[in-house]
């Protein structure tokens, strides 16, 4: 599995009449919102178990035993906690 980042690294021109030279608080926030978001998202594919993980569940056998799965006893919290805990390591 190959993944690639196809993006402009400078953004288009913008009409310095239609847009403020000074942005507003909101916009500032919704910027910083944008960059972490690709910030997180680039990290997520860059991350070796994630990209393992991923080829995993979009195997058709194991997306097919993903399916069927299910558990009819309920698992509390810090079991499930203890038993990934256990298995990532």
């Not at 919704?30 to 993980?53: C, E, K, P, Y």
């Not at 995993?56 to 069927?68: K, W």
Request: charged share 20%.
């Amino acid at each position: 599995m190959q993944i690639r980042t196809i993006a402009n690294p400078t953004p288009p021109a913008r009409d310095a009449s239609a847009v403020s030279s000074v942005p507003s608080s909101e916009s500032r926030r919704i910027s910083d919102d944008v960059a972490q978001a690709r910030h997180t998202a680039m990290s997520a594919l860059t991350n070796d178990r994630f990209r393992i993980m991923l080829e995993q569940i979009t195997d058709p056998v194991s997306y097919g035993a993903l399916m069927t799965m299910h558990s009819d006893n309920v698992v509390d919290f810090k079991s499930a906690q203890s038993s990934y805990a256990d298995n990532s390591e």
